[in-house]
């Protein structure tokens, strides 16, 4: 499981409240990512980080923040949840260079928003 | 920019038959290729993964792969069902560049029937 853990793994939050995923990682790694998953599309990137407070947007960023202040950690913000964000949150990290180069997922968060 | 396409987002199969799940890919450069399963209620978990080099890739759990650049694909198989293999698989694709992003298809869940 290349040492990720999410949390929390379950949320149910209202319309308009400020929700923060946290993922954290024990093995050092430089990447992390944040996806989601919905029916039909499979994961979709959110944002990814390269390094401590080094962040960049994904294909579906809007509404979403993150921050990086330790190589550990990478939260995702929703500043003020829709019911749109209802989703199962992945975080990933990235291990190995070059072609051993391989992403590995965390058990995820699933998020319901009233 | 780059694409991945599942055909069949739902696909049966009898235990002991042949699985075969199948992804199409566009891309402007030479891809990585991964297969992820996910479990119900788990993270997504590495079948498999081409980069460069031997064009059929053997994974776990006696999947394997075959890249076909003229086809553009990176079908899945097994040659023998087993129940613990209904799952959802995705196929997913990374540009070996600077941003290491994993671009999915929209997934396919596969089901064993007796």
């Known amino acids: 499981d290349a040492g990720i853990t999410q949390s929390p793994r379950h949320k149910v939050t209202e319309t308009g409240t400020p929700v923060t995923l946290r993922c954290h990682q024990t093995?050092?790694?430089?990447?992390m990512y944040w996806y989601r998953q919905d029916p039909g599309h499979g994961l979709r990137l959110i944002h990814y980080?390269?390094?401590?407070?080094?962040?960049d947007k994904g294909e579906v960023s809007d509404g979403y923040s993150v921050s990086r202040s330790k190589t550990e950690d990478f939260l995702l913000t929703l500043e003020s949840a829709t019911s749109s964000q209802t989703s199962v949150y992945f975080c990933a990290i990235s291990a190995g260079v070059g072609e051993k180069e391989t992403q590995y997922f965390g058990p995820g968060t699933r998020l319901l928003v009233l | 920019a780059q694409s991945v396409t599942q055909l069949g987002s739902h696909v049966s199969v009898s235990e002991g038959a042949l699985v075969l799940l199948r992804c199409n890919y566009s891309s402007s450069v030479p891809p990585y290729l991964f297969w992820y399963v996910q479990y119900p209620n788990q993270g997504l978990q590495l079948l498999l993964k081409?980069?460069?080099?031997?064009?059929l890739v053997k994974g776990i759990n006696g999947f394997e792969a075959e890249f076909k650049k003229s086809e553009t694909s990176f079908h899945l198989t097994k040659p023998s069902a087993h129940m613990s293999d209904a799952a959802e698989y995705f196929c997913a694709v990374i540009l070996g560049g600077s941003a290491r992003q994993l671009t999915f298809g929209s997934g396919t869940q596969l089901t064993v029937l007796p």
């Open positions: 980080s390269y390094g401590v407070k080094d962040t």
């Open positions: 081409y980069t460069t080099g031997a064009t």
């Open positions: 093995e050092n790694h430089r990447y």
